[in-house]
């Protein structure tokens, strides 16, 4: 079955940089889209980039465009999201998602990983 394992998430400083992976397993991640998508306390969730199966295209959210860089290595199985600048509005549990291109499916998605941005 689908298996996603995010890690990488902590507490950093406003304007701090933070690296999350995402271990996929289960599947053909190669043959696969990926979304990385947050959600803060009480907030529905809310979609932060994606890149398609090659890694060719990516997409991200205005909130995070210019600060935010996903990518991929499909000989490793592993999704990535750098986030550079990160703002206390950040903060959230962050989950890495297997779905099609610009979906809004989050059924496939990993447990999350807490980013916590604070002075």
């Known amino acids: 079955q689908v298996q996603l394992v995010e890690s990488g998430g902590g507490l950093v400083q406003p304007g701090g940089t933070l690296r999350l992976s995402c271990a996929a397993s289960g599947f053909i991640f190669g043959d696969s889209s990926m979304t990385w998508v947050r959600q803060a306390p009480g907030k529905e969730f809310e979609w932060v980039a994606r890149i398609t199966h090659g890694g060719q295209i990516t997409g991200y959210a205005d909130s995070v465009k210019g600060r935010f860089t996903i990518s991929r290595d499909n000989f490793k199985n592993t999704l990535y999201l750098q986030m550079n600048n990160l703002k206390p509005e950040d903060t959230a549990v962050y989950f890495c998602?297997?779905?099609?291109?610009?979906?809004?499916?989050?059924?496939?998605r990993g447990q999350g990983t807490q980013v916590t941005v604070s002075s």
């Open positions: 998602v297997k779905s099609s291109y610009g979906s809004t499916d989050y059924t496939y």
